[in-house]
């Protein structure tokens, strides 16, 4: 069974403060990473794929880094506006969906 | 551009009464997955079509139905409702060629009083 883990759970930072945030997981056969952002009471939104160990995408003040085990995504000088609750998941080989960690929720005060 | 559509956004019930979910995929996209998010829950899958054809089965009740039609949309029919079904329900659709990017919809909100 797949499984994701995201810590921390909860993350509140200063504006400008840079930090990371990990996804741990377990597939068999990882086909794809997912970052997803979520708003209250609002859809997840996407944001990047990962698709092997070593590589790397960024957009604006994020970049997604993912090796064999985990993944992480560095919010460089983040702005009230990134804050949400970021969401990993994987899509693994043996299942159609989906698995989704429990997300961290960033709150960026000004 | 043209994002999935759901509905109705908001949507309050009854114990044991029935409801159903609408969700209008972007167009182009043949796979609409099925998601059920709890207060403070990261996101279930419930289940998914592709091309008409239910391909993919999560953790949905027995209560619970859902088909794809033949303009791509789908519904999602719960009867018998429960406290516990109150959630968010999303749905979210893939490229043809899907490369498991989801593109969800602003979901829907189901109570259960």
């Known amino acids: 069974e797949d499984q994701v883990t995201q810590s921390p759970e909860a993350l509140r930072l200063q504006e400008g403060e840079s930090s990371s945030l990990n996804c741990s997981y377990t597939?068999?056969?990882?086909?794809?990473l997912f970052w997803y952002r979520q708003d209250p009471g609002k859809g997840p939104e996407f944001l990047f794929t990962l698709y092997s160990a070593g590589e790397e995408k960024e957009k604006e003040r994020l970049k997604a880094t993912l090796t064999k085990k985990e993944s992480f995504l560095h919010i460089t000088a983040p702005k009230p506006e990134d804050s949400a609750t970021y969401l990993c998941a994987v899509w693994g080989g043996g299942a159609d969906g989906l698995t989704f960690g429990k997300g961290t929720h960033l709150i960026i005060q000004p | 551009a043209a994002g999935v559509i759901q509905s109705p956004r908001h949507l309050i019930k009854e114990k044991r009464e029935t409801a159903t979910l609408k969700c209008y995929p972007i167009?182009?996209?043949?796979?609409v997955y099925w998601y059920q998010q709890g207060p403070g829950q990261d996101p279930q899958f419930l289940i998914s079509f592709y091309e008409k054809m239910q391909s993919d089965k999560g953790s949905i009740p027995d209560r619970f139905s859902a088909q794809q039609f033949s303009d791509y949309h789908s519904e999602l029919n719960m009867s018998s409702l429960e406290l516990g079904d109150s959630a968010l329900y999303f749905c979210?659709?893939?490229?043809?060629?899907?490369?498991?990017?989801?593109?969800f919809g602003e979901g829907s909100r189901l109570t259960v009083l």
């Open positions: 167009p182009r996209h043949d796979t």
């Open positions: 597939v068999s056969g990882l086909r794809g």
């Open positions: 979210a659709s893939t490229l043809p060629e899907n490369t498991g990017e989801l593109f």
